[in-house]
């Protein structure tokens, strides 16, 4: 059981919390340390993690009371009954990523992501699976893949996305015109009711309600009150729910209705967004994996043409009829993940695309529907407008951009964001086109323009105005805006509800959308279930008002405080603009072979996400959590498992870059707080490293003699279970030489301090490739004029990582004029160490912005990047002999990774005759430089490399060889598997001469 507990201070209004500040719990280290005594799970009632849960991927900000993460569903009761006797709201919350503001409130948080995710049985039989709420979907979709199932409701925050957070929104997915909305796909639900006691809500015979059913007496009760209402209300029900599939608006009192012989009462629950029961176990509906898909993408000119053809196209049979429009393509195409899938399948300019899938186990069909698509856009006036997609990789990646479509939407900067608050309205197809075009011209009077896509296949299409929060006058747009939309909607009898929910944004329009008795029943469901209001109030009934900006994320006065930053954020418009990229959208949370975010996969906390940092950091800067809060403790604290993978700067689609965050604020830090003696060590090893390798024996005696390990971590923090680099007499030091032939192509070979001081043989490998290609490689001496003398080049990434970046930028100095005059002669720029050489193409633009610096950027390249350009080019063509080990496990270095260069490496290996090269597919190796020599960290260092990388080298043959370019990873392998890595120079220069196997 963890507390985290402080005092708290309330900065919120709103009615959603009036329970909770007549109780003047917020922060309340009593209640902390009363839930702390009841439960195993943890809780969390400090300043910072109340404002890590404050948000959303709304635009809402309330702070909680404190937050719980329960072990169990006995946690889940006990909190349940200590919230009662305290008068507490309570909130369930999965993986927080709700657009309408469900997910927040000045209640009791219980995150259930951490620890109640877990398949609770599962029949392949009857293909049905009963699961714990905080369960992800792609998480429960990989365990149902051997069995040939799935479940269908796909939305495309799969990632992150709960089973209990859909449930609580009735969530739809792309391919919800198949397969339905979350109410089609839930069979039951165990829940608890507000005050403790359990229930099942499934489906039953009415008389069964009645007569034969073994629960509580209030439950029998609750249920046939429940169903008197819908009787009761039938008519009103037919008269005003719209007769679409894409209704999640208000509570499902249509499943209560007579003409359900055997009413399903779980039915109530899904899409009732916490405010009715603790859903704690959910019976899900499985369906098998189609084995088949093709996927046609639809180009059209118009926008308006584009929103006509889909009435058309569903008549072909597909499962999912998706849009993407202009501005989401061009959006895409800017950032490094999409760029390369957006410019395979979208041909020219068009103004919008429609993604059209065909699903099935008879792949000749499949083929056949899709031809008829194409007959079917040549009728339309658009022969030619489709682009098939048949591989299954090619499709997937498509699918994955979509997926991303609001990440991608949000990735622009500035003060202007597509806002969330009318996405969801629905209108039958017919009409789509008409009301689109309207929809446009509101925008046009209110001077703004639409972001639009979605799903097509059933009129849901998420629009989003482009408005600034901030701003009062943008505030009032989004209100006229949604008045206006709403009754668009409601002319073409259609949901102002569609798939996300209703939350903050859209629940006071309920009256207008469903008349005044609706309303009445809907409190009247809220009172039954929950009569002291306390379960998610503010949601659904009774809620404030959508632009209560005292309710928002930027509230009225919202000011960032000025800071002197060390690095250039001009790009963002300053510091607080780069933080306020983050949307909260949470795909950070995500669990598959990508990198981001390797200290969150281990610990499953929000403080150690990338989310969850960046709502530190702007709570912080806009003086939320106090003075001083940017360079405190609990500041470095959540940063301090960030391991700078950068693999938030690719695979975050707003580009979070947190590593490069994370330098600014331990650079503030260092201004009042300072070093370690460790630290210091670790960042001046470039200056010192020339000079200690002459004590390199004295020096490795740390690991030799017995004791000397463990009083290292007593006075240094270095851990005694890790070995550290070994001190080389033989470093690299030929700085100022030239080799290979005269009249050869020019290179620069730039020497990093890690590869001269500790693997020396990886350059001499290098040297010997590269000559053997028949190029001239300069190894350079810094000139007279640089300052520092004639001590080696440094990138100055060891400085960076402690925050001295004036220290980093004088290294960074002498490196630019050192290679300035090669840069001015194109002469590529080649670096081993991955870290070391993009920080070359990244850092260093931030630290001396200027063209220089955006030069050498240019001209850098990584060892494989430069051999794989040339042998494209045909420049290069090395007499490569077969290996002694044909397969060549490889392992990706996460700045490889974050720049997107796995490929040149893979290609490179697999010129070498007979290579069988194949990728670990691991995020972080867990080393970090640093990171993994800590004493606090070891544990989280090692738990990094378990999760995937070890556990595959260890199955690794004794005649495959493992290839990291990374001088931390190949220490991870060491350690934690006993296997050496090499670096791909080695790899090559070995391929050279096959009787030295390890080359030079």
């Given at each position: 059981m963890t507390i985290r507990s402080t005092a708290g201070r309330s900065d919120t209004e709103g009615a959603a919390g009036k329970s909770a500040r007549q109780a003047g719990a917020k922060g309340d280290p009593r209640i902390a340390a009363r839930i702390g005594r009841a439960i195993e799970g943890e809780v969390h009632f400090d300043a910072f993690s109340r404002g890590r849960y404050s948000t959303d991927a709304s635009v809402y900000q309330i702070e909680p009371v404190g937050v719980v993460v329960p072990k169990t569903i006995a946690d889940v009761a006990a909190v349940i009954e200590i919230a009662r006797e305290e008068g507490l709201p309570l909130l369930p919350r999965g993986g927080g990523s709700s657009q309408c503001g469900q997910t927040v409130g000045e209640a009791l948080v219980l995150d259930v992501s951490k620890y109640l995710n877990n398949v609770i049985d599962f029949d392949p039989g009857s293909a049905t699976a009963r699961v714990q709420p905080g369960i992800v979907l792609d998480s429960l979709n990989a365990f149902l893949k051997p069995e040939g199932l799935f479940f269908p409701v796909d939305v495309s925050t799969s990632s992150r996305a709960t089973i209990g957070g859909m449930s609580g929104n009735n969530s739809c997915g792309s391919r919800s015109l198949r397969y339905g909305t979350m109410r089609d796909n839930v069979a039951a639900i165990d829940a608890i009711l507000a005050d403790g006691t359990p229930a099942r809500f499934e489906e039953v015979g009415r008389d069964q309600i009645k007569y034969g059913r073994n629960e509580p007496s209030q439950v029998r009760e609750l249920i046939i009150r429940l169903l008197s209402l819908g009787d009761r209300e039938a008519a009103e029900i037919d008269a005003r729910f719209p007769k679409l599939m894409r209704r999640v608006g208000g509570y499902n009192i249509d499943a209560l209705t007579p003409e359900h012989a055997r009413p399903n009462l779980a039915h109530l629950l899904v899409g009732s967004e916490g405010t009715l029961a603790f859903s704690s176990a959910i019976d899900v509906k499985l369906a098998r994996l189609p084995t088949k898909k093709v996927l046609g993408v639809c180009h059209f000119p118009s926008f308006y043409q584009a929103m006509s053809a889909p009435q058309h196209i569903v008549k072909l049979g597909p499962s999912a009829v998706e849009l993407v429009d202009r501005t989401m393509?061009?959006?895409?195409?800017?950032?490094?993940?999409?760029?390369?899938?957006?410019?395979?399948?979208?041909?020219?300019?068009?103004?919008?695309?429609?993604?059209?899938?065909?699903?099935?186990?008879?792949?000749?069909?499949?083929?056949?529907?899709?031809?008829?698509?194409?007959?079917?856009?040549?009728?339309?006036?658009?022969?030619?407008?489709?682009?098939?997609?048949?591989?299954?990789?090619?499709?997937?990646?498509?699918?994955?951009?979509?997926?991303?479509?609001?990440?991608?939407?949000?990735?622009?900067?500035?003060?202007?964001?597509?806002?969330?608050?009318?996405?969801?309205?629905?209108?039958?197809?017919?009409?789509?086109?008409?009301?689109?075009?309207?929809?446009?011209?509101?925008?046009?009077?209110?001077?703004?323009?639409?972001?639009?896509?979605?799903?097509?296949?059933?009129?849901?299409?998420?629009?989003?105005?482009?408005?600034?929060?901030?701003?009062?006058?943008?505030?009032?747009?989004?209100?006229?805006?949604?008045?206006?939309?709403?009754?668009?909607?409601?002319?073409?009898k259609g949901s102002h509800s569609g798939e996300h929910g209703d939350g903050l944004v859209r629940s006071e329009f309920h009256q207008p959308m469903f008349g005044a008795r609706m309303v009445e029943s809907f409190k009247e469901v809220k009172n039954l279930f929950d009569p002291d209001g306390r379960m998610n109030p503010g949601k659904i009934v009774d809620p404030p008002k959508m632009d209560d900006r005292s309710l928002f994320r930027y509230k009225p006065g919202y000011k960032t405080e000025p800071l002197e930053t060390a690095l250039d954020w001009s790009g963002w418009g300053g510091f607080a603009g780069a933080v306020e990229m983050c949307n909260n959208n949470g795909a950070c949370r995500k669990l598959d072979a990508g990198v981001m975010c390797p200290s969150y996969r281990v610990t499953r906390d929000e403080q150690h996400l990338t989310r969850g940092r960046a709502n530190s950091l702007r709570l912080a800067i806009s003086g939320q959590l106090g003075t001083g809060a940017l360079t405190s403790d609990a500041m470095r604290e959540a940063l301090d498992l960030c391991v700078s993978c950068k693999g938030c700067k690719r695979e975050c689609p707003t580009g979070v870059d947190m590593a490069r965050m994370k330098i600014e604020v331990q650079y503030q830090r260092s201004k009042t707080h300072r070093l370690s003696l460790r630290d210091r060590l670790v960042a001046y090893l470039p200056r010192y490293a020339p000079w200690a390798r002459h004590f390199g024996p004295f020096l490795n005696l740390r690991d030799r003699l017995p004791g000397l390990a463990a009083l290292s971590e007593r006075l240094l923090g270095l851990s005694a279970h890790r070995r550290l680099p070994k001190w080389r007499r033989d470093s690299f030091n030929q700085d100022g030489e030239t080799f290979g032939p005269d009249g050869g192509r020019e290179v620069v070979l730039f020497a990093d301090t890690f590869n001269r001081a500790f693997e020396p043989e990886n350059l001499k490998a290098a040297l010997r490739v590269l000559t053997a290609g028949g190029y001239r490689v300069h190894l350079l001496r810094p000139a007279d004029a640089v300052e520092g003398g004639k001590r080696p080049l440094c990138c100055g990434r060891t400085f960076l990582a402690a925050g001295l970046v004036d220290e980093a930028r004088t290294e960074a100095r002498r490196l630019v004029a050192t290679f300035k005059p090669y840069v001015d002669r194109d002469v590529p720029i080649i670096g081993l160490e991955p870290s070391c050489l993009f920080t070359l193409r990244d850092e260093l633009q931030a630290m001396l912005p200027g063209d220089d610096s955006r030069k050498l950027g240019e001209q850098a390249l990584l060892f494989e990047e430069f051999l794989d350009r040339e042998m494209d080019a045909g420049h290069l063509k090395l007499p490569l002999h077969a290996l002694p080990a044909q397969r060549l496990w490889l392992h990706g270095h996460c700045h490889q990774k974050a720049f997107n260069v796995m490929g040149p490496v893979q290609r490179v290996l697999g010129r070498i005759p007979?290579?069988?090269?194949?990728?670990?597919?691991?995020?972080?190796?867990?080393?970090?430089?640093?990171?993994?020599?800590?004493?606090?960290?070891?544990?989280?260092?090692?738990?990094?490399?378990e999760s995937a990388l070890l556990p595959k080298v260890r199955q690794a043959g004794d005649d495959e060889w493992i290839v990291a370019d990374g001088t931390s990873c190949r220490h991870q392998i060491a350690d934690g598997a006993g296997r050496a890595a090499l670096h791909v120079a080695r790899v090559l220069a070995a391929a050279l001469d096959k009787d030295q196997p390890g080359g030079a």
């Open positions: 393509i061009e959006l895409g195409r800017e950032i490094p993940l999409f760029r390369p899938v957006v410019d395979r399948f979208v041909r020219g300019r068009p103004e919008a695309i429609l993604l059209v899938e065909f699903a099935g186990d008879d792949h000749e069909e499949n083929l056949r529907r899709l031809a008829a698509l194409g007959e079917l856009m040549g009728d339309l006036g658009f022969r030619g407008g489709v682009v098939e997609a048949l591989e299954p990789e090619f499709q997937q990646s498509i699918w994955e951009v979509r997926k991303q479509g609001l990440n991608i939407m949000m990735s622009m900067k500035g003060d202007g964001k597509p806002v969330s608050f009318i996405e969801d309205c629905a209108v039958a197809l017919e009409d789509l086109a008409d009301y689109t075009a309207r929809l446009d011209e509101v925008f046009a009077q209110h001077g703004t323009k639409g972001t639009w896509y979605a799903h097509a296949s059933v009129g849901c299409l998420h629009v989003r105005p482009v408005l600034n929060m901030k701003s009062e006058i943008e505030v009032g747009k989004m209100r006229a805006i949604a008045e206006e939309a709403f009754a668009l909607v409601r002319e073409y007979g290579s069988d090269v194949r990728l670990i597919p691991s995020s972080c190796c867990g080393m970090a430089g640093a990171f993994g020599y800590q004493a606090e960290t070891y544990a989280i260092s090692m738990a990094m490399a």
